[in-house]
């Protein structure tokens, strides 16, 4: 008995060491690691692209936060009520009825908030939440159909409101990754600094 017991230690202390050793490289060493070096090399990024106003952080670039009024651009619709602790998508598929039913709503939701004819067509960000549930963007096209409304609520020229959206886009990365969007935070910053002219 006190063999075997001998053996199982034998056999038990490598299987530890290893496991302590991978857990302090793989959970300490290397997370300390790429924080340093995305530190040093992408410093706004890795400080999750904090923007101040007057000092005071009033938000994200890279998270989505938000906007309800009419003077503003609105953001894509949220699985998780913009809750940066808790991103993540609805899950559903796109045959699921539950989808499809808030898809419907949503487009309805939309027309009617931006005063858009009953066929006008929708752009799919506008109606359908991201995989995080967090995306900052929108694309030009939901921007630009947001446009007339955020025009008449800040009484400004609609031309203004487009110039804003060119000024504000970002094109697709390294030109041919993603969409070309606009950062619904950025802009409205825009649209607020604007208006204290």
Known sequence: MSEQISIIK???????????????????AYPLFTTAVANVLFPYQA??????????????????????????FHPRPSAVAYDAM??????LGPTNPKLTEKVA??????????????DARVPVDAVTASASGLDPHISIANARLQAARVAKARDLPQERVLGLI?????????????QPRVNVLKINLALDALQRQ
């Open 47 to 72: 400080q999750g692209g904090l923007i101040r106003v007057d000092g005071e952080i009033i938000g994200a670039e890279l998270i989505g936060q938000p906007f309800t009024t009419p003077g503003y």
């Open 166 to 178: 060119a000024e504000y886009s970002t094109p697709r990365q390294l030109l041919l990754l993603g």
């Open 86 to 91: 808790a991103g993540y998508g609805s899950n």
């Open 105 to 118: 709503e949503r487009v309805q939701a939309y027309r009617a908030t931006n005063g858009l004819p009953e």
């Open 10 to 28: 034998g056999e038990l202390r490598p299987v530890l060491v290893s496991a302590l050793f991978f857990m302090l490289l793989t959970g300490l």
